[in-house]
């Protein structure tokens, strides 16, 4: 009797493996409750407004999770630190805060799972306001309702204003280029420019790279649209990694200001691998050194 | 003579009724009606944040000389903006602390610009290889040896929220680490310890 049992084991085994492969569930990548997937549309606003007026729009709050969660909406003004655009959701000392122009119709609200809540509101622009550029941030933050101990997480997601009063608005900037290499040897080869806003409003640049080989061949294309704030200066990156050995390329660069295109000049790049160098030394030096090397060998010879 | 005849006008009718029926054919052509329809599509900007669980629990049983417990939060973005996003970390209210009651466990002197490895009765947080935090590798782990190698800083002030990452390029569920630690000893009473942070996703 047990040596009949014994033949059923392997069947047993695999009965038990395929029930089991059976009910393994593949989940797709959803949040889990307490994640507080929380996602905010549109991820920026450009609105025109005149003074003394009102607009307006709305951004919806999704919340990509299963459960519900509740969510608090709140605006900040908004600005930025640096060439790389650090933003900040401060106030600068002597400016207007836009973020007091801008009116949710709810502050605090429910979001239920997979579920999308449009949030209305609007932007009043006070009569007298200097025409110019106006950046706030609208916020959606969630709370988390099932903390107990240890660090809890409140997600915000942002939605950047970029606010124009109409009116008598000076535009300008300039581009300058990063220094590049005149020769290079190895790696990527930073090719970034920095454009300035020296007018009163924002606008999109448009910063181009190009980079051509020796016979005209383009190798590298890139193009990349960018806010730039009044009276700032914006870094945009990009690289260029070449492929040869030893090369000549040439890197082309521009960007728009306020709609006009101002070109830099370009450059001249001198690639040559260091593996190369160390390959064309050797063998120069083997050039020299064997009719060195023999010469020196006959003058011994007929010295003995 | 008379077949003749009848044969080549026979012969004859075809190139006639062969350009009639081209002739046909091209007038129905040209008089053909055409119409096109442009098809469009306006993809909206979304930025999206979510958080590995909600709640980092550092539960720790601490000892006379003092014990670290580390845990690891994944912050999670998403954004369709071709700048990239950017992503910050603030104390959520005023408090530094991580509060029970009337008891706190007071924020480590370290800071962003000047990590340090915390002591007894401290917490913190890091993220490998951002600033001065070192490469790590940071393992979570609870009621080990403080460590004296791994650096912490306080979780920023409300109003002074610190850069965790920046990118530069659309971003489809990029992560980061933070880690989060807690030394205690006997010193601290027991109780469940909380403090909230906020984590801010925003488009570049």
Same mark, same amino acid.
């Not at chain 1, 709370?143 to 950047?160: E, F, K, L, M």
């Not at chain 2, 098809?39 to 670290?68: E, F, K, M, R």
């Given at each position: 009797?047990?040596?009949? /049992?014994?033949?059923?084991?392997?069947?047993?085994?695999?009965?038990?493996?395929?029930?089991? !492969?059976?009910?393994?569930?593949?989940?797709?990548?959803?949040? @889990?409750?307490?994640?507080?997937?929380?996602?905010?549309? %549109?991820?920026?606003? +450009?609105?025109?407004?005149?003074?003394?007026?009102?607009?307006?729009?709305?951004? +919806?709050?999704?919340?990509?999770?299963?459960?519900? #969660?509740?969510?608090?909406?709140?605006?900040?003004?908004?600005?930025?630190?640096?060439?790389?655009?650090?933003?900040? #959701?401060?106030?600068?000392?002597?400016?207007?805060?836009?973020?007091?122009?801008?009116?949710?119709?709810?502050?605090?609200?429910?979001?239920?799972?997979?579920?999308?809540?449009?949030?209305?509101?609007?932007?009043?622009?006070?009569?007298?306001?200097?025409?110019?550029?106006?950046?706030?941030?609208?916020?959606?933050?969630?709370?988390?309702?099932?903390?107990?101990?240890?660090?809890?997480?409140?997600?915000?997601?942002?939605?950047?204003?970029?606010?124009?009063?109409?009116?008598?608005?000076?535009?300008?900037?300039?581009?300058?280029?990063?220094?590049?290499?005149? !020769?290079? /040897?190895?790696?990527?080869?930073?090719?970034?420019?920095?454009?300035?806003?020296?007018?009163?409003?924002? #606008?999109?640049?448009?910063?181009?790279?190009?980079?051509?080989?020796?016979?005209?061949?383009?190798?590298?294309?890139?193009?990349?649209?960018?806010?730039?704030?009044?009276?700032?200066?914006?870094?945009?990156?990009?690289? #260029?990694?070449?492929?040869?050995?030893?090369?000549?390329?040439?890197?082309?660069?521009?960007?728009?200001?306020?709609?006009?295109?101002?070109?830099?000049?370009?450059?001249?790049?001198?690639?040559?691998?260091?593996?190369?160098?160390?390959?064309?030394?050797?063998?120069?030096? !083997?050039?020299?050194?064997?009719?060195?090397?023999?010469?020196?060998?006959?003058?011994?010879?007929?010295?003995? | 003579?008379?077949?003749? !005849?009848?044969?080549?006008?026979?012969? $004859?009718?075809? %190139?006639?009724?062969?350009?009639?029926?081209? =002739? *046909?054919?091209?007038?129905?052509?040209?008089?053909?009606?055409?119409?096109?329809?442009?098809?469009?599509?306006?993809?909206?900007?979304?930025?999206?944040?979510?958080?590995?669980?909600?709640?980092?629990?550092?539960?720790?049983?601490?000892?006379?000389?003092?014990?670290?417990?580390?845990?690891?939060?994944?912050?999670?973005?998403?954004?369709? +903006?071709? =700048?990239?996003?950017?992503?910050?970390?603030?104390?959520?209210?005023?408090?530094? =602390?991580?509060?029970?009651?009337?008891?706190?466990?007071?924020?480590?002197?370290?800071?962003?610009?000047?990590?340090?490895?915390?002591? $007894?009765?401290?917490?913190?947080?890091? *993220?490998?290889?951002?600033?001065?935090?070192?490469?790590?590798?940071?393992?979570?782990?609870?009621? $080990?040896?403080?460590?004296?190698?791994?650096? /912490?800083?306080?979780?920023?002030?409300?109003?002074?929220?610190? @850069?965790?990452?920046?990118? $530069?390029?659309?971003?489809?569920?990029?992560?980061?680490?933070?880690?989060?630690?807690?030394?205690?000893?006997?010193?601290?009473?027991?109780?469940?310890?909380?403090?909230? *942070?906020?984590?801010?996703?925003?488009?570049?």
């Amino acid at each position: 009797m047990v040596h009949r /049992f014994r033949r059923f084991i392997p069947v047993f085994i695999i009965g038990l493996a395929i029930a089991t !492969i059976g009910h393994t569930s593949v989940h797709a990548q959803t949040a @889990t409750p307490g994640t507080k997937a929380i996602t905010v549309t %549109p991820a920026s606003t +450009d609105v025109a407004i005149n003074p003394g007026s009102s607009v307006a729009r709305s951004v +919806d709050i999704i919340n990509g999770g299963d459960s519900s #969660f509740k969510v608090t909406l709140s605006t900040s003004p908004y600005h930025v630190s640096g060439e790389d655009y650090d933003p900040r #959701f401060t106030q600068i000392p002597g400016t207007v805060d836009p973020s007091e122009w801008v009116h949710l119709s709810t502050t605090s609200t429910t979001v239920n799972g997979s579920d999308t809540l449009t949030v209305p509101y609007t932007i009043d622009v006070p009569q007298n306001t200097a025409p110019g550029g106006y950046y706030a941030v609208l916020f959606a933050e969630t709370s988390s309702d099932d903390a107990q101990s240890g660090v809890v997480s409140h997600n915000r997601v942002g939605s950047i204003l970029y606010i124009t009063v109409n009116g008598d608005i000076k535009s300008g900037g300039n581009v300058t280029g990063d220094s590049l290499p005149i !020769i290079h /040897f190895v790696g990527a080869i930073p090719i970034g420019l920095k454009v300035s806003n020296s007018g009163g409003t924002h #606008f999109i640049t448009t910063a181009s790279y190009s980079v051509t080989d020796m016979s005209g061949k383009e190798v590298l294309k890139a193009k990349f649209d960018r806010y730039v704030l009044p009276q700032t200066e914006r870094e945009i990156k990009s690289g #260029f990694t070449p492929q040869a050995l030893i090369g000549v390329y040439t890197v082309h660069r521009s960007a728009t200001i306020a709609g006009v295109l101002k070109t830099l000049p370009d450059v001249r790049i001198y690639v040559i691998n260091p593996w190369l160098l160390g390959a064309i030394a050797f063998l120069i030096g !083997i050039l020299i050194g064997v009719p060195i090397e023999r010469s020196r060998r006959r003058r011994r010879s007929k010295d003995a | 003579m008379n077949q003749s !005849i009848k044969k080549v006008t026979a012969l $004859a009718s075809v %190139p006639i009724f062969a350009i009639a029926l081209v =002739a *046909v054919v091209s007038s129905v052509q040209a008089n053909a009606l055409t119409t096109s329809t442009t098809v469009s599509s306006a993809i909206g900007s979304i930025i999206t944040l979510l958080t590995s669980s909600g709640t980092v629990n550092l539960d720790s049983t601490p000892t006379g000389v003092g014990v670290q417990t580390i845990a690891s939060d994944t912050v999670t973005v998403s954004t369709n +903006d071709a =700048a990239g996003y950017t992503l910050k970390l603030n104390e959520t209210g005023a408090a530094s =602390a991580l509060t029970s009651g009337a008891n706190t466990i007071p924020a480590t002197a370290g800071t962003f610009g000047t990590p340090i490895a915390e002591v $007894a009765d401290t917490w913190g947080y890091r *993220v490998d290889s951002l600033g001065t935090f070192g490469a790590g590798p940071t393992t979570g782990g609870a009621n $080990a040896a403080i460590s004296g190698t791994i650096k /912490f800083a306080a979780v920023p002030a409300t109003a002074s929220p610190q @850069t965790l990452k920046t990118t $530069a390029a659309t971003a489809s569920n990029d992560t980061t680490t933070v880690w989060y630690g807690v030394a205690v000893s006997t010193a601290t009473p027991s109780g469940t310890y909380t403090n909230s *942070v906020t984590y801010t996703a925003l488009a570049n």
